[in-house]
């Protein structure tokens, strides 16, 4: 049996934040790792965290609809929330 890591939201939210290159280069390499090895598991506390501080608190903050996209990519599992995390009504499920 392999050993399963729940990822940190730091470490996703450095690979976004293009003003930290150092821990954004780290982020890359660990979740590169993470998903060779598919050892890599995420909380639905970790998706609420990301969504917020990508949108609200990097440098350079995504718009709403990129962070629900990059949720979904992260967890393809979200389709029972609709197209890009997006519910039937069209809201974000991370945003709401």
Known sequence: MSARVLVDT???VYAYDRSEPERQQRAFEVLDRLSMSNAGVFSTQV???FFVAVTRKIATPLPVPDACDRDH???PELDHLGDNGYDRSGICAWGA
């Open 47 to 49: 998706f609420s965290e």
């Open 10 to 12: 730091n470490v996703l």
């Open 73 to 75: 990519q992260l967890s």
